[in-house]
């Protein structure tokens, strides 16, 4: 069971990095094709789709880096982490628009990143 732990965590540490990226590219994609083509792209900007998003990167989050924060007790990871999923919490609180997409891409990177610092720590 120890050696499952490490396994678990690095597995959830890439898959948080991943969501992260297709976050990142769902809200570039979103604004590129609403204001830049015009296009009313509903189903890509629904509101359903962030917080379903933020849930997911919340349980990730929670399961990979608290597992890495308890085995190597470095806060760096959980600090970064969970500033990030603030940022993401934020977004959802603002309407949809500029700010949110500022909100979202600066929190998928600051949980990115802490999903990068907890492996380097492993």
């Known amino acids: 069971m120890a050696q499952l732990?490490?396994?678990i965590r690095g597995r959830l540490d890439r898959v948080g990095v991943a969501l992260s990226a297709l976050c990142l590219l769902h809200c570039v994609l979103g604004i590129v094709?609403?204001?830049g083509f015009g296009l009313g792209v509903g189903w890509l900007l629904d509101p359903v789709i962030h917080k379903i998003g933020l849930l997911?990167?919340?349980?990730?989050?929670?399961?990979?880096?608290?597992?890495?924060?308890?085995?190597h007790r470095r806060r760096a990871p959980f600090v970064v982490?969970?500033?990030?999923?603030?940022?993401?919490?934020?977004?959802?609180?603002?309407?949809?628009?500029?700010?949110?997409?500022?909100l979202t891409v600066i929190g998928v990177g600051l949980v990115a990143g802490g999903h990068i610092l907890n492996l380097r720590h492993a």
């Open 81 to 102: 982490a969970m500033t990030g999923l603030t940022f993401m919490g934020g977004a959802l609180a603002v309407g949809h628009g500029y700010e949110e997409a500022v």
């Open 33 to 35: 094709l609403v204001a």
């Open 56 to 71: 997911l990167a919340t349980l990730v989050a929670g399961v990979a880096i608290g597992i890495g924060a308890v085995r």
């Open 5 to 7: 732990a490490p396994w």
